[in-house]
């Protein structure tokens, strides 16, 4: 079972920037897609960003060139920084895994908060 945990979320201003991060546990951290979603209130879950073993990565429309996603797979971690951040862009953010040749994200966070205030 593979565990997820999501950190540095918080409230900040439009045109400000956080730094979400997301540490797992097993050890096969290195073979998985790893992935950023949100969902705010009333609204479907969105794919963000995605990054995979390779490292090759790939964003939402509404992020690109303001979010970077990254890993460190010595820390068994994922983190995406958020740039220049708007009002829209408020919503808990989950951290997510699959396994290389899955169609599905099996693994999930508890989400962390992001609020952008204008």
């Known amino acids: 079972q593979v565990q997820l945990i999501e950190s540095g979320g918080g409230l900040v201003q439009a045109g400000g920037s956080l730094r979400l991060s997301c540490v797992t546990s097993g050890r096969t951290f290195s073979y998985y897609t790893m992935a950023w979603f949100r969902q705010a209130p009333g609204k479907e879950r969105e794919l963000v960003a995605t990054i995979n073993s390779g490292g090759s990565t790939n964003y939402a429309d509404s992020v690109k060139g303001r979010f970077t996603i990254s890993r460190d797979n010595a820390k068994n971690s994922v983190y995406v920084q958020m740039n220049s951040l708007k009002p829209e862009d408020t919503a808990n953010y989950f951290c997510?895994?699959?396994?290389?040749?899955?169609?599905?994200?099996?693994?999930w966070g508890q989400g962390t908060q992001v609020t952008v205030s204008s």
């Open positions: 997510a895994a699959k396994r290389i040749g899955s169609v599905t994200y099996s693994y």
